[in-house]
């Protein structure tokens, strides 16, 4: 596992206006497509891609820990950083799965809940950038492994 980067200055009023910023943005999103039966078909689809796509490249143990199906040996290429979150499952490589990475992801799972089918592409505007992601600052980036402990 690489080393936790420092942050760069000035990332904490950063990441606090991605939030506001994303929360904005939800009040513009009608309210039958958030936490609704609407919001769970997208997740329960997200859960299937994960789910296939998982059986078919992992070469890891498969289990399920805190809500989360957990995929490991998946190759490099098919996740970003130390893995994704795909409705309800967890794809990574070979790196050990802590029980902090799984709080973290298990709030990427409730995120896919929430939003659904739209999670994609609200992931995709808020950017790759992680301290400025109001979806990976929401889940917590020192559990994440984005920022060293005691940065908060």
Known sequence: MSPIPTPPTGWRAAAERAVVRGRRIDRFLPGFL???PVSRVGYWYGSAVGWTWGALLSTGRIEKREGLWVFRGMPEWAFGRGGVCVGGCYLTGDTTV???VLRHEAVHARQWRRYGFLMPLLYAVAGR???RNRFEIE???EDGNYVPRGTR
């Open 34 to 36: 958030l936490d609704s």
């Open 98 to 100: 802590t029980d902090r």
């Open 139 to 141: 889940a917590g980036l």
């Open 129 to 131: 950038d992680p301290l």
